[in-house]
Structure formats: C-alpha cells, structure tokens
C-alpha cells in the first residue's frame, strides 16, 4: 500500500519527466507540433520554448531576492559580541544562592509568640 505522499511524490515525478521530455524534443525538433495540430507554423516555437522559461526563471531568482531584503530589512540586528560575553561572564561570577531556613509550622510560631509576647511584659 502506497502512502498518500509517496503517491503525490510519484505523480510530481511522472509530470517533471513528461514536461522535460515535451520541452527537449519541442525545442529540437519543434515540427511534432505541427505534426499533431497544435500549431500551424513553427517559426517561433524554438523562441518562446527558450524564453519562457527563462523569464519564469528569472521572475523566481528576483522574487527570491527580493524576499531575502524584506527579511534583512525588518529584521532586527543581533546583540554586539561583547553585550553576549559581558551576560556570560556576569552568569558565572553570580555567587551561589544559599538555601533559606526552613519554615517552622504554623502551632510553633504560634507558641514562640506567645513566648516572645510574655516576656516583653
């Protein structure tokens, strides 16, 4: 049984060598054109078979550039070096916490109160 990825991964595969091998034998022998019908001349076939995909390409290439300004442009600069080394070092010089007394229950502190109460009368 076939996944539904490896079934879309195998049609994407089917498509790209189809369409790679239409645009080879279209752009060496472009008559199988006229051959089945589709077109009446084949004067500038060999043209736009190479144009269009490199104007595709070159739409690509500036939209990706473009993409990477956009996100140099809004994203903020990182932290100088020494701002970083300067957090470490403070981290590491930072003496250990010592760990406070335990808290006494509630009927002792009630019973020193009372003690400490007495005696300041």
């Given at each position: 049984?076939?996944?539904?990825d490896?079934?879309?991964?195998g ?13 080879i034998v ?8 006229v051959?089945?019908g ?7 076939v060999?043209?736009w078979?190479?144009a269009i995909?490199v ?8 939209f ?5 300004g ?11 070096i020494?701002e ?8 590491k ?11 006494k ?9 009372k003690?400490?109460?007495k005696?300041k009368?």
């Open positions: 049984m076939v996944s539904k490896q079934a879309i991964g049609a994407i595969l089917l498509v790209c060598v189809l369409v790679a091998v239409l645009y279209t752009l060496f022998y472009p008559q199988w054109l051959t089945i589709l077109l009446s001349g084949t004067a500038n060999q043209f078979v190479i995909p104007f595709v390409a070159f739409v690509a290439i500036m990706i550039g473009a993409w990477i956009w996100t140099m442009a809004t994203t903020p600069p990182p932290k100088p020494e970083i080394t300067a957090e470490i070092e403070e981290k010089e930072e003496p250990k916490v010592e760990t406070p007394e335990p808290v229950p509630a009927e002792a502190t009630a019973t020193e109160e003690a400490t109460t005696k009368k």
